[in-house]
């Protein structure tokens, strides 16, 4: 076979997934497979599981977990563990925090953080010194798997670049016109800015699979381009591509995405570099994860039987709830989801009072992701018409669950439009508009994006919540003042 094909891969925390596209966006085969444990080889093998058969012409392109590290030696071979994107070092933190700079760049405190990859790097030199000599690279797994398709198991990595969006974490000064490192941090830690990939455009050419892995998994003779991570695939996937345009992924987080023209910092905002143009202030915080969790440890249910019994109560008669302060906009691991309102009423029954919590805890998601949009549209002196959202792993796309996106739209007081969960289209996007396949990025859209359904607020609903929104934000941050370990 010739055909032209788009092959997409998204290396996640728990699953490889491999999308295979045809021009029109029409979906030609997928696959899926589980991430057992975090190393190197087990995603090699869940993307050798995850592959389904490939065409023998193409191009594909990769996203992975923004904030994850790899130190690898000459030939690619990793020699410490995957450093995660959720690991800590807080000792090393607390030490980068102690160097002045002349100037420093925008998501500062991101890149010294007790999770940035540059705080568990240090964290490795520190503890095995000796080892860490090996060290040829420090690389994001999007860049370390397409160069792992790319260079044969004999052949040195000499020529190695990563794209602007995984580089940001690990100290890109993102505000040039192609994102540069912070060179003068590196100098100050001691760390060779050798062990750093040149920074380049996402949808750059890599180079063609080539290698034992890509013979391996079918992509051998496939066209490699630079990838992005996961957070600015759910951006492109979810068709946030023009200033003004407002995204909010709800898988593990709520991942919420602004394009903006220009950086005007904001404490409880973050910015990355948009894949395409302009910028993306975001942030995120606990969601998905919050209610598994709940639902399986506290409710002893499924995710759907939670979700059904949310569902069956009355707007307004859920019991109070607010998320955790673990990420933003607080990021204080020492505040835990609140409960307020829960009341001795024997006349409840057990199912009852199950609802009141899982109805309590879907409304505080929907109320603290509200907050942020009100946040956005006040800081940017903005009207954010409508939110187009996505749902990565969540089961509100059955019929069963639209409520959910009802109360979304409802409580936002706006349209909501969900797109289906193309994550592994994302990061074609770039690629397919550097090679040309498309004319301009709103032909690519048109082509490879699908809209899964639209929902319009229900006015007695609205007015139901409007007073709670108002005062949501407020409430959540006085919370976090009582319960921090700080106060």
């Not at 909010?248 to 910092?265: D, H, Q, R, Y």
Request: hydrophobic share 35%.
């Amino acid at each position: 076979m010739t055909e032209q094909i788009l092959a997409g891969i998204h290396l996640g925390t728990s699953t490889v997934r491999v999308g295979v596209y045809d021009l029109n966006g029409e979906l030609l085969d997928s696959g899926e497979a589980l991430v057992n444990e975090q190393t190197s080889v087990a995603w090699e093998r869940a993307v050798r599981k995850a592959t389904p058969e490939l065409p023998e012409s193409g191009i594909c392109s990769i996203a992975s977990t923004s904030g994850t590290a790899l130190l690898v030696d000459e030939y690619g071979e990793p020699v410490f563990p995957p450093q995660m994107y959720y690991e800590s070092a807080s000792g090393q933190s607390e030490q980068l925090q102690q160097f002045e700079f002349d100037s420093y760049p925008v998501n500062w405190d991101v890149v010294l953080s007790p999770t940035s990859p540059l705080s568990k790097v240090l964290s490795l030199r520190e503890a095995h010194p000796k080892r860490f000599e090996d060290v040829q690279w420090i690389l994001s797994p999007t860049t370390w798997l397409l160069y792992r398709l790319h260079y044969g198991n004999s052949t040195r990595w000499d020529d190695v670049e990563t794209d602007w969006t995984d580089a940001m974490k690990f100290g890109a000064d993102i505000t040039t016109p192609v994102p540069e490192w912070f060179d003068s941090l590196f100098g100050a830690v001691g760390l060779s800015r050798s062990l750093f990939p040149t920074i380049r455009p996402p949808g750059t050419y890599v180079g063609v699979a080539e290698s034992e892995f890509a013979d391996r998994t079918g992509f051998d003779g496939i066209k490699l381009f630079q990838g992005i991570t996961d957070g600015s695939a759910f951006v492109l996937a979810n068709g946030c591509i023009e200033p003004g345009d407002f995204s909010l992924t709800f898988g593990a987080t709520s991942v919420i995405k602004f394009v903006s023209e220009e950086i005007t910092p904001h404490d409880a905002l973050y910015y990355h570099r948009h894949p395409i143009e302009g910028y993306l202030p975001g942030t995120s915080f606990e969601s998905g994860n919050a209610i598994r969790w709940f639902f399986d440890r506290v409710i002893d249910c499924t995710e759907q039987h939670g979700l059904e019994l949310a569902d069956k109560v009355a707007p307004g008669e859920e019991y109070e709830m607010f998320p955790a302060g673990t990420r933003g906009s607080f990021f204080d691991p020492t505040v835990g989801s609140s409960i307020l309102g829960i009341e001795y009423d024997t006349a409840l029954l057990r199912e009852d009072v199950h609802g009141r919590l899982a109805r309590g805890l879907t409304t505080a998601i929907v109320l603290a992701e509200s907050a942020y949009i009100s946040l956005i549209e006040d800081h940017f002196e903005t009207s954010i018409d409508r939110v187009q959202i996505m749902n990565d792993g969540a089961p509100t796309h059955q019929e069963n669950y639209a409520w959910w996106n009802t109360l979304r739209s409802s409580i936002w007081n706006r349209p909501v439009v969900e797109m289906e969960p193309r994550t592994t289209v994302g990061p074609l996007i770039p690629a397919t508009l550097i090679t040309g396949i498309y004319n301009d990025v709103d032909e690519a859209v048109d082509s490879l994006l699908r809209q899964r359904s639209s929902v319009t607020p229900d006015s007695e609903l609205a007015a139901e919540y409007k007073d709670k929104k108002e005062s949501y934000l407020d409430q959540w941050q006085t919370i976090t003042r009582l319960t921090s370990d700080d106060r």
